[in-house]
């Protein structure tokens, strides 16, 4: 998957975690956290004479309803993977469980945010791999960001199965055009620059502090390649709020 690294708004107030916390986490313990909301994007369709065409990216879950976010371009390149394929889907795929086996659940795109390049999906199954488990979802931050903010992001790169957590911290805040938008009529977005170099399909992965999610991975710097930009959060709220969808934030 190509890696850009890929009306009025109904007010809501955000839910309260489910989760008691006794005090700020560590950032080890937010990676955990995190992780069990990120999941595999994946795209299959036919690609020319016996071969296959895949497109993989990354996104997260938001709530136990099995919403989750991804990039605009996520989808736009997942429909073109699909192009040949009238009924194909996005899939969410997951690993692990007690079976030890893979699942994929289909997703529909229920809206895009072109302009801040965000996409909102629903699965077509609460995300759970086995009997009793809760729903996971992701608490996002919607304090403001500071530079030097130590983050993680989690994601599937260059389509890893399991996935993979690199640190570093926020070395710029404010507007910027995000690239992958190509209509001149788009205004700048709010966003971050974090010092983590991102591969493909890491589009759509959280970039997480220790409280929550603050940003949504983007692209990669186009001057300097081993940055990355990502999204900030409150797009993502006002895209599920705008949907009527719950979100959960980070204390």
């Known amino acids: 998957m190509a890696f850009a690294l890929g009306a009025g708004f109904c007010i809501s107030t955000a839910a309260q975690p489910n989760s008691q916390?006794?005090?700020?986490?560590?950032?080890?313990?937010a990676n955990n956290r995190i992780l069990r909301a990120v999941v595999q994007l994946v795209a299959v369709g036919p690609g020319g004479i016996d071969r296959t065409r895949q497109c993989t990216a990354t996104g997260f879950v938001i709530d136990e309803d099995g919403y989750l976010i991804t990039n605009a371009h996520v989808v736009e390149n997942s429909r073109?993977?699909?192009?040949?394929?009238?009924?194909?889907?996005?899939?969410?795929k997951l690993g692990g469980g007690d079976s030890g086996a893979a699942q994929a659940f289909p997703a529909d795109v229920?809206?895009?945010?072109?302009?801040?390049d965000l996409a909102l999906l629903k699965a077509?199954?609460?995300?759970?791999l086995n009997p009793g488990e809760s729903p996971p979802y992701a608490e996002l931050d919607t304090r403001p960001v500071s530079v030097g903010t130590a983050v993680s992001v989690s994601g599937h790169p260059s389509s890893a199965w399991q996935a993979i957590t690199q640190t570093g911290q926020v070395i710029w805040s404010g507007k910027t055009r995000l690239e992958e938008i190509n209509d001149p009529r788009t205004d700048v977005s709010d966003a971050v620059e974090i010092d983590i170099h991102l591969q493909p399909g890491s589009s759509g992965s959280p970039v997480y502090s220790t409280a929550g999610v603050i940003a949504v991975v983007d692209k990669r710097d186009v001057i300097r390649p081993d940055y990355s930009l990502a999204v900030a959060i409150h797009y993502v709220i006002e895209l599920a709020e705008r949907n009527h969808v719950t979100w959960y934030a980070a204390n």
């Open 21 to 29: 916390k006794s005090g700020p986490l560590t950032l080890q313990q």
């Open 80 to 92: 073109r993977c699909l192009e040949k394929v009238p009924q194909g889907k996005i899939l969410i």
């Open 110 to 116: 229920v809206a895009l945010d072109e302009a801040n």
């Open 124 to 128: 077509a199954r609460p995300l759970v």
